[in-house]
């Protein structure tokens, strides 16, 4: 049962913040609560309205399912936007309603913006039947900078193809925290460009774990640095930390890395590398990855493997992956010790290893 004491504190403090801000209510500008109506173009006028006004605003979408089509909330706004979502946001049945974008919303050029509760009902799990549907990410922050990911769940069938949870890339400053991601693909994916990157307290699994990559698909393509996950649990995932690079020339890199302090529960690959990605061996057979890994540390990862091999670092002969760091790593296999591989990789162990290193 909720505490009334916080629960009255909340309402207080959102009265004080109505009371102090322009506020628009997307019911006011035509938007229909039935999950029928479409109720794109009220929610874009509540946006120009919110975006024109020279004081911070508050977009409220009160209880209700409320149909969008493709949505643009496009800026740059002239001060701060606050979007609080007591209600759901519904996608159409019919995904030829979203058009060609590649996307359902989205929210560009804007600086200032905040998103609040609300359940996003993209109606996926349908297209699950046609083949000629590329199923997408949930999330997707590409070219941001500062970006806040608090207390978000995502949902998509273990099964269901490219369905990553929260994907970044061209990105500086991204925090993700608190999250439960539970998908068909990558719970989390990092892509090129990404740099000073923190993730805490993540829920992964069923997925394919939390990836860096695939990187090296181009020649050129921005680094990944300052990347750290902490405080984390693989349930039941494919992978659990993985960097993966394409088999073929590029000068990307990966570096300054920290993985620490995450617990493995039946995971197919709880620690790997693998830099001889090449996918029905098409465009990249007998090449190597010019992907450069350094500096990576995997410290206090515990649990068990699903699978006998639980450490694996398979780096690049042309590009050897270094200063890689094993602390206090206990993976078993079915109450046994597991194994662990590698090649073309330099670094130090240190604490108790389990697996035997063979770093």
């Given at each position: 049962?909720?505490?009334?004491?916080v629960?009255?504190?909340?309402?207080f403090?959102?009265y004080?913040f109505?009371?102090s801000?322009?506020?628009?209510?997307?019911?006011?500008?035509?938007?229909?609560?039935?999950?029928k109506?479409?109720s794109t173009?009220?929610f874009?006028?509540?946006?120009?309205?919110?975006?024109?006004?020279?004081?911070?605003?508050?977009?409220?979408?009160p209880?209700?399912?409320?149909?969008?089509?493709?949505?643009?909330f496009?800026?740059?706004?002239?001060?701060?936007?606050?979007?609080?979502?007591?209600g759901s946001?519904?996608?159409?049945?019919?995904y030829?309603?979203?058009?060609?974008?590649?996307?359902?919303?989205?929210?560009?050029?804007v600086?200032?913006v905040?998103?609040?509760?609300?359940?996003?009902?993209?109606?996926?799990?349908?297209?699950?039947?046609?083949?000629?549907?590329?199923?997408?990410?949930?999330?997707?922050?590409?070219?941001?900078?500062?970006?806040l990911?608090?207390n978000?769940?995502?949902?998509?069938?273990?099964?269901?193809?490219?369905?990553?949870?929260?994907?970044?890339?061209?990105?500086?400053?991204?925090?993700?925290?608190?999250s439960t991601?539970?998908?068909?693909?990558?719970?989390?994916?990092?892509?090129?460009?990404t740099?000073?990157?923190?993730?805490s307290?993540i829920?992964?699994?069923?997925?394919?774990?939390?990836?860096?990559?695939?990187?090296?698909?181009?020649?050129n393509?921005?680094?990944?640095?300052n990347?750290?996950l902490?405080?984390?649990?693989?349930?039941?995932?494919?992978?659990?930390?993985?960097?993966?690079?394409?088999?073929?020339?590029?000068?990307?890199f990966?570096?300054?890395?920290?993985y620490?302090?995450?617990?493995?529960?039946?995971?197919?690959?709880?620690?790997?590398?693998?830099?001889n990605y090449?996918?029905n061996?098409?465009?990249?057979p007998?090449?190597?990855?010019?992907?450069?890994?350094?500096?990576?540390?995997?410290?206090?990862?515990?649990?068990?493997?699903?699978?006998?091999?639980?450490?694996?670092?398979?780096?690049?002969?042309s590009?050897?992956?270094?200063?890689?760091?094993?602390?206090?790593i206990?993976?078993t296999?079915?109450?046994?010790?597991?194994?662990s591989?590698?090649?073309n990789?330099?670094?130090?162990?240190?604490?108790?290893?389990?697996?035997?290193?063979?770093?």
């Amino acid at each position: 049962m909720a505490n009334p004491v916080v629960s009255f504190a909340a309402l207080f403090l959102f009265y004080i913040f109505q009371q102090s801000n322009a506020s628009y209510n997307v019911i006011t500008f035509g938007a229909k609560p039935d999950g029928k109506t479409d109720s794109t173009q009220p929610f874009l006028k509540a946006w120009s309205a919110a975006c024109s006004s020279a004081s911070p605003s508050i977009i409220y979408v009160p209880k209700g399912r409320y149909l969008l089509k493709e949505t643009v909330f496009r800026g740059p706004c002239k001060n701060k936007i606050t979007v609080q979502i007591d209600g759901s946001l519904v996608a159409p049945t019919d995904y030829r309603a979203l058009g060609n974008s590649g996307y359902w919303i989205l929210f560009i050029k804007v600086n200032r913006v905040s998103v609040f509760g609300g359940t996003l009902d993209a109606r996926g799990r349908w297209l699950m039947g046609l083949p000629e549907i590329c199923q997408s990410m949930h999330l997707v922050i590409n070219g941001c900078n500062n970006v806040l990911v608090r207390n978000v769940r995502a949902i998509a069938p273990d099964l269901s193809p490219n369905t990553d949870g929260i994907h970044v890339q061209v990105s500086t400053g991204v925090t993700i925290t608190g999250s439960t991601l539970q998908t068909g693909d990558d719970c989390i994916s990092i892509g090129p460009s990404t740099r000073n990157m923190l993730m805490s307290s993540i829920k992964c699994g069923p997925g394919h774990g939390i990836s860096i990559g695939s990187l090296g698909k181009d020649v050129n393509e921005g680094g990944v640095e300052n990347i750290t996950l902490t405080n984390s649990i693989f349930s039941g995932s494919d992978n659990g930390v993985r960097i993966k690079s394409w088999a073929r020339p590029s000068n990307g890199f990966v570096r300054n890395v920290v993985y620490q302090n995450l617990i493995m529960n039946n995971v197919r690959n709880p620690i790997i590398i693998d830099q001889n990605y090449c996918p029905n061996n098409q465009g990249c057979p007998r090449q190597s990855s010019g992907v450069k890994i350094s500096q990576v540390t995997f410290r206090n990862i515990k649990g068990t493997s699903a699978t006998p091999e639980a450490v694996k670092f398979d780096c690049s002969s042309s590009n050897p992956c270094s200063g890689i760091r094993l602390q206090d790593i206990k993976l078993t296999y079915m109450n046994k010790a597991a194994t662990s591989s590698c090649k073309n990789i330099g670094g130090t162990s240190s604490g108790v290893i389990m697996p035997q290193s063979c770093v």
